[in-house]
């Protein structure tokens, strides 16, 4: 079973040439002395922070910068914005009443990215 993540987990995007952190904020329930974290742990600049630049010509800002460079790809600052929960990959371990997250979990992002969670964090507690 993949392991669970817990605050300072890693964070990559699929359109972003850079990796962040998964800040899990819920202070009573820890895994190996650090927050846990769920499925529902997805608010931007909250849960997940930013991951270097954005390459999506579907972030509007990517797509200004590209234009206003004649069409040479742009990358801008990520400002990740999840459009739903991760994946559920553990779905008999809850923390918080819903599924945990683990190493592995994706959740979709609003400008064409897939963010997953590279590394949850926890190195001994693995999920059922």
Do not use: F, H, Y
């Not at 909250?46 to 910068?65: E, K, R, Y």
């Not at 979709?108 to 990215?113: E, P, V, Y």
Request: with cysteine; hydrophobic share 45%; charged share 5%.
């Amino acid at each position: 079973m993949p392991p669970n993540a817990n605050l300072g987990g890693t964070i990559v995007c699929t359109m972003s040439l850079g990796s962040g952190s998964l800040m899990a904020v819920r202070p009573n329930v820890l895994i190996e002395g650090k927050p846990a974290a769920n499925v529902m742990d997805m608010a931007p600049m909250v849960n997940i922070m930013p991951m270097g630049a954005c390459t999506s010509l579907a972030n509007p800002t990517v797509a200004a910068a590209t234009a206003a460079a004649l069409g040479v790809l742009t990358p801008q600052p990520c400002l990740p914005v999840p459009t739903g929960p991760w994946t559920e990959l553990a779905p008999l371990t809850k923390i918080g009443g819903m599924g945990a997250l683990v190493t592995g979990s994706t959740c979709n992002c609003a400008w064409s990215g897939v963010i997953m969670l590279t590394n949850g964090g926890a190195t001994k507690t693995v999920s059922n």
